[in-house]
């Protein structure tokens, strides 16, 4: 079995997936205070690459651990004693939950990639949008000079 606590790796995973997620809504001020954001709410797509990686990595964390739950589990088949059926009932819905939490990373995966490629997308449209605006519907000079 690792060194490294099942707890503590997780808890790292965490601390270092909430400090490369941190994002502000368009609407929120800096300060906090609401309204006027700045620009750094933007669509990137490596962002959402790396977030996918992310996940994926994610899922060979659970394969890991999985496979150290399972090598545990091997000498507590004990016939005969109470504890050990519990135990391997707890054993099978763990391996359940993390079957299926795997699975849901991987399917996470694909959509991830896609979804900040339409933002991407988005983005750049509207943007050609406003240029179009902007270059067909010029302001008039202001009167009387600048």
Known sequence: MSSTSFDAEWAGLKEGT?????????SAAPDGGGGGGGEDLKSDQAVW???????????????????????G???AAVSGVDSA???????QSWKTYLDGLSGKCSA??????QAGKGQVANDDALRAD?????????????????
């Open 49 to 71: 690459n790396k977030a996918s990686n992310d996940v994926g990595q994610l899922v060979s964390g659970i394969k890991k651990a999985q496979t150290e739950f399972e090598a």
């Open 18 to 26: 909430a400090a490369a997620t941190q994002m502000r809504l368009a």
């Open 108 to 113: 996470l995966q694909g959509p991830m990639v």
């Open 85 to 91: 059926g519990a135990q391997s009932e707890l054993y």
């Open 130 to 146: 406003f240029t179009r605006m902007n270059d067909q519907y010029k302001d008039t000079p202001a009167t009387g000079g600048r």
């Open 73 to 75: 589990q091997k000498g």
